[in-house]
């Protein structure tokens, strides 16, 4: 188990921690201490059977346990503290926490109240506790906030770029999984709080390089699908692709790698049903990758042979669009132009069977990224929505075209990117 594994067993929205940048700044990982853990079971047992009691658990943690100096309701100061005219009423947290001369912003509401869920409150302004620490940080100029039923703890972060990322800390969860709640206790701690900054924004711009490391293999994986569409438009003796343009077929190999990228992202956001016997063992590209990679070293003959694989992902495409009320496999229709089957006929030519090598190849791109010389899993949790549009906005910048001549790839370093064989020769 390494050591920052928790990242994986919370939910997050976008970055705010990085693995890498948070072993560099906790490089023995996190430690719990028994005592404190007792104490803190036993004030949340307390607070599990009151009727509210909320504010009093917060106040625990972050006074006793995490040793902020807490500003409470009449004493915030008012640079805390936003008017909002189009809704005439103002905006407040219910305690700041201090540490040296940093701030953090703490939104409490009822034990029943869900986080991101409008409250049914007085006043105006409709909205879900979330949001409303989304509002706060960007009238009041601040990095972090954390939003709290007692049960839930959402850490905010407003990057300095202006976007928001959260991470969700359930008490519940973390009493199970004690590496959760030493990372809670680790981080949010009045000592760290004042490098949480700079943990985040150094984060951020590590995950702008994964980001564009995995934009340079995704192309690489639209590159192979192209191939693998030249090879199959060989074999039938052009009869596949006569009837599309260039543009037609970048378009085709663009969404087929976009809709697994998304399907990834979903599968790991829990959006599909990871996790569920009959979908991981019937269509899950998560479970179809370990089994291809079993396949490649177990039968590496029927690895280059078979073509199940492939069309496990286009049954999988189909089911997000039509969707499925299977008992066993409920999943809605979502429609959308993406994963239309009539807009990408190619795909589902009888002609066009992709072998389960094939189909491995472009998938491993897609999950697997090399880090000095070291494999590593690509997580698409900490990869937002944003970050795959930009993805696709540098694919649009290539197209397709077909040579009448052997082209020659050169070395990685040159700025061209293929060079016709003649004009090599010409130069000898």
Known sequence: MYKHEWLNLVEQNGVIFSESVLNDYFKEGFSLNQKVLKRIKTKFEK????????????????????????????????????????????????????????????????????????????????????????????????????????????????????????????????????????????????????????????????????????GEQVRRAVERFIWAIDKYNNLSNNELLKNYSNEEIYETAISAIIKMIFILYAEERRLLPLGEHFYDTSYSLHTLIKELAKEKKENPENFKQNKDAFQRILALFNILYHGSNHPDLNIPEYSGELFNPTKYKLLYDEKFELTNEEIYECLKLLVQREENGVSKAISYKSIGVEHIGYIYEGLLDYTVNRSKEVLIKPLPKSNETVIPLSEIEGKN
């Not at 869900?114 to 007085?122: A, F, T, V, W």
């Not at 030493?182 to 009045?190: H, T």
């Open 47 to 214: 607070f599990n059977l009151s009727r509210d009691g909320v504010r009093e658990f917060c106040d625990f943690l972050f006074e006793n346990i995490l040793w902020y100096e807490l500003y409470k309701e009449n004493n915030i100061p008012k640079k805390f503290i936003c008017y909002l005219d189009e809704f005439m009423q103002e905006l407040k947290p219910h305690r700041v926490a201090k540490s040296n001369e940093k701030h953090l912003l703490i939104y409490i509401t009822k034990k029943s109240q869900n986080l991101k869920r409008n409250e049914q409150i007085d006043g105006k302004l409709k909205a879900s506790p979330l949001a409303k620490m989304k509002r706060l940080l960007n009238e009041t100029h601040k990095n972090f906030g954390i939003v709290t039923n007692g049960y839930e703890f959402i850490l905010v972060y407003k990057a300095i770029e202006g976007g928001f990322s959260y991470i969700v800390f359930d008490m519940n969860l973390m009493l199970y999984e004690f590496q959760i709640l030493s990372a809670f206790l680790n981080l949010l701690n009045a000592k760290n709080f004042n490098n949480l900054l700079e943990i985040a924004i150094k984060s951020y711009e590590n995950q702008l390089e994964i980001t564009d490391k995995l």
